[in-house]
């Protein structure tokens, strides 16, 4: 297959499959003339890639996973211990996420919307509040 045909078939773009080749995720093989020959192998760590960064893994821990995968002798603890690590980071996100929504649903809230040029949201973010009390 060549790139395009595995592009299609993975559902990567041509550009991340050749730096997925780039940064040595993936060999194909070369014709006489250079270009890239894929083989079903490739298709299938391609895939597996694609499903790994849509979890969200780094490029570190897809090439960690990707070499646990091809370990016949892994221990699925390494593989679970490194999910339950990506999990926790994941988590942590959506910590921060939520306080952001809170904050900003506070903000909104106090805020008048009207022609009036104080902004309570404005005010917040240059730091600027003054304590009345």
Known sequence: MNIGDVAAR???PAKTIRYYEDIGLIRPNRSANGYRCFEERHLHKLAFLGRAR???FSIE???VLLGLYEDETRASADVKQLAQAHLT???AKIADLEAMRETLREL????AGDNRPD????KD???DCEDTG
């Open 10 to 12: 993975s559902g990567l």
């Open 54 to 56: 849509a979890l969200g």
């Open 61 to 63: 821990d897809c090439r």
């Open 89 to 91: 980071k994941i988590e």
């Open 108 to 111: 909104i809230t106090c805020c």
């Open 119 to 122: 902004c309570p949201i404005l």
């Open 125 to 127: 973010l240059s730091g």
